[in-house]
């Protein structure tokens, strides 16, 4: 026990701010960051590439898994160590200034946001983060894992306060389940239903199980016996689905599932190595990078003619314009949540999501 709280305390970075990082956490926050931006990127330019991505696998998938596994982790940490108005006040300042930013930009640089014609509903519903969790437009394109994220707060902070004899693991077998009952119900309708959400929320499961085998010494058979239902079920379920939404063909859908487990596995017990600044370089940007980088190719296109310059160049301006937005409006806005909490910085590690 002892051995494994020192491994996780060497894992630990102080940043700038004064906050506590886990580095290797910090890594794949950025690495999965990194592989939405690109995959993005080169969906836009390159019809073949995109063709790929519904046969064979999505990348784009594979980073979002890799965040809520992220989540899993970092948000139970967070619960122990703060109160419960603490943990929501921070959470606030944290996710909302950033994304209020990019919402207003996205309303004045984006034609689809800024020349569609959306109802008042599509933009509360945006505003207040719960796209994602409704059938309503999702104004910023990656923004519809926020819903589901915010979801997976309010799920932890209850369980935290209430129901702490319901193990985690228990919980995400119920996500499971609901995922493949989704999924077949999905496939005997004929229509898609909102089977993502469930299947994230059970990505979120193992994340938490992993903190507590970490951090509270459950048994590392609990974490595996989970992994191993999933690898089991998700792609089960997912042929069970059938061909019904045309956006994830079931074999995808499961293989990229299975990619993001594994992806998180590699770079987090890789991101010990990666020196500190590079690494609290690419988690402080993720955010920023993961909302803005479908603008920033958006404007950035047609106006270059080789695929490998678009890309370059979509990458220089997303990290530029993430490390401004970090630095002068997100950093300051987490300090604000910490002053108005009146506690002192903790060892803690930021979510996939700031």
């Known amino acids: 026990m002892s051995e494994a709280r020192n491994r996780s305390e060497a894992k630990r970075v102080a940043s700038p701010s004064g906050a506590h990082r886990i580095i290797s956490l910090e890594v794949v926050r950025g690495v999965a960051a990194a592989v939405v931006l690109l995959h993005h990127t080169f969906a836009a330019e390159s019809a073949q590439y995109e063709e790929w991505t519904r046969n064979v696998i999505d990348p784009g998938r594979i980073g979002v898994v890799m965040f809520f596994v992220v989540s899993?982790?970092?948000?139970?940490?967070?619960?122990?160590?703060?109160?419960?108005?603490?943990?929501?006040?921070?959470?606030?300042?944290?996710?909302?200034?950033?994304?209020?930013f990019a919402l207003a930009l996205y309303a004045m640089l984006d034609p689809t946001v800024r020349d569609g014609d959306h109802s008042s509903i599509v933009w509360v519903v945006n505003v207040i983060m719960l796209q994602g969790l409704l059938p309503i437009a999702t104004l910023i394109p990656t923004a519809w894992t926020l819903g589901i994220e915010m979801a997976f707060y309010v799920q932890a902070a209850v369980f935290h306060a209430y129901f702490r004899r319901v193990s985690a693991d228990a919980l995400g077998y119920g996500w499971l389940a609901a995922f493949a009952l989704a999924m077949l119900a999905q496939g005997l309708l004929g229509r898609p239903l909102p089977a993502?959400?469930?299947?994230?929320?059970?990505?979120?499961?193992?994340?938490?199980?992993?903190?507590?085998?970490?951090?509270?010494?459950?048994?590392?058979?609990?974490?595996?016996?989970?992994?191993?239902?999933?690898?089991?079920?998700?792609?089960?379920?997912?042929?069970?689905?059938?061909?019904?939404?045309?956006?994830?063909?079931?074999?995808?859908?499961?293989?990229?599932?299975?990619?993001?487990?594994?992806?998180?596995?590699?770079?987090?017990?890789?991101?010990?190595?990666?020196?500190?600044?590079?690494?609290?370089?690419?988690?402080?940007?993720?955010?920023?990078?993961?909302?803005?980088?479908?603008?920033?190719?958006?404007?950035?296109?047609?106006?270059?003619?080789?695929?490998?310059?678009?890309?370059?160049?979509?990458?220089?301006?997303?990290?530029?314009?993430?490390?401004?937005?970090?630095?002068?409006?997100?950093?300051?806005?987490?300090?604000?949540?910490?002053?108005?909490?009146?506690?002192?910085?903790?060892?803690?590690?930021?979510?996939?999501?700031?």
Not at 79 to 98: E, N, T
Not at 236 to 252: E, T
Not at 274 to 282: D, I, K, P, S, Y
């Open 72 to 100: 899993g982790y970092v948000i139970p940490l967070s619960l122990d160590k703060q109160s419960l108005s603490v943990f929501a006040i921070r959470r606030l300042f944290r996710l909302f200034p950033l994304y209020w």
């Open 196 to 354: 993502t959400g469930a299947l994230l929320l059970f990505t979120a499961a193992i994340g938490h199980v992993f903190y507590l085998v970490q951090h509270r010494g459950l048994p590392s058979a609990r974490l595996w016996s989970m992994v191993g239902c999933g690898l089991v079920v998700v792609p089960v379920a997912s042929l069970l689905g059938g061909r019904v939404d045309p956006d994830w063909p079931p074999f995808v859908y499961g293989v990229s599932w299975m990619v993001g487990i594994l992806g998180f596995a590699v770079v987090n017990a890789l991101g010990r190595f990666v020196g500190q600044r590079l690494a609290t370089f690419l988690g402080s940007t993720s955010y920023a990078v993961y909302l803005l980088h479908p603008l920033v190719h958006g404007l950035l296109e047609d106006r270059f003619g080789p695929v490998v310059l678009f890309v370059f160049a979509t990458c220089a301006v997303t990290y530029t314009l993430s490390y401004l937005v970090h630095r002068f409006l997100e950093a300051p806005m987490i300090r604000v949540g910490r002053r108005l909490t009146g506690a002192q910085p903790r060892i803690t590690a930021t979510s996939p999501s700031g």
